[in-house]
């Protein structure tokens, strides 16, 4: 079945350092893939998303671009701030499909 | 506009209690879930519906478990009866099938204690 493998946290970074979380994914066809983030005591909200190859998708200063050669979908921010201690979950819908699979999140923790 | 609200947002309960947990997706989506997170086992999707119809409620843990939608703006998770391994933050999330498909709006969490 689909899946999709998140790296394991917390990943604890100091303000303005560089973040990456790494995502790769077992699907069939082509699906379309995404990042959510869950802030503290909130529910998970879309943060960025990629419906095909070679797409980037991007939104407050993350990017990622989907590797279909890879199967991959990392997510990176040149220089993080407190603000973006979150959970953060990669997850992939299969086209026509409704049920997302959801990534086991990674929890990052910026320090000031 | 209105995103997805869940009620009561806490509940603390004795084991052998019957929990009802509530939710209004936003206007005009015709797909909610359910989801539950707990550290052990992350975020599970239980069950969900289109259309007001459950279609998928492989991930409903047991009998214990049940869920409805009477109407396109209503939906409720019972616990019947509760144990403490069901303590967890449980989620319902809505979206349009069709439409910017995986885009799901979460609401805040309904937190279960089960003492």
């Known amino acids: 079945g689909d899946s999709v493998t998140q790296m394991e946290g917390p990943v604890t970074l100091s303000e303005e350092a560089f973040l990456t979380i790494n995502c790769t994914y077992t699907?069939?066809?082509?699906?379309?893939l995404f990042w959510y983030v869950q802030y503290p005591g909130e529910g998970l909200q879309l943060l960025l998303k990629?419906?095909?190859?070679?797409d980037k998708g991007s939104n407050k200063g993350f990017e990622a671009t989907y590797r279909k050669e890879t199967t991959s979908f990392h997510l990176e921010k040149g220089s993080v701030q407190v603000s973006d201690s979150a959970v953060y979950f990669c997850?992939?819908?299969?086209?026509?499909?409704?049920?997302?699979?959801f990534g086991g999140g990674t929890r990052v923790l910026v320090k000031p | 506009d209105a995103g997805v609200i869940q009620s009561p947002r806490h509940e603390v309960t004795e084991m052998g209690q019957e929990v009802t947990l509530r939710c209004k997706p936003i206007?005009?989506?015709?797909?909610l879930f359910w989801y539950r997170q707990t550290m052990m086992r992350g975020l599970e999707l239980l069950i969900y519906?289109?259309?007001?119809?459950?279609?998928?409620d492989s991930g409903m843990p047991e009998d214990r478990f049940s869920a409805k939608m009477p109407n396109a703006s209503f939906s409720t998770l019972k616990i019947q009866p509760s144990e403490p391994r069901d303590s967890a933050v449980y989620f319902c999330?809505?979206?349009?099938?069709?439409?910017?498909?995986?885009?799901?709006?979460f609401g805040e969490g309904s937190r279960l204690t089960v003492l």
């Open positions: 519906f289109n259309n007001n119809v459950p279609i998928d």
């Open positions: 997850a992939l819908i299969k086209a026509a499909g409704n049920k997302l699979t």
């Open positions: 999330a809505s979206s349009y099938a069709g439409r910017n498909t995986g885009e799901l709006f």
């Open positions: 990629a419906t095909k190859a070679d």
């Open positions: 699907a069939t066809g082509y699906p379309s």
């Open positions: 206007s005009g989506h015709n797909s």
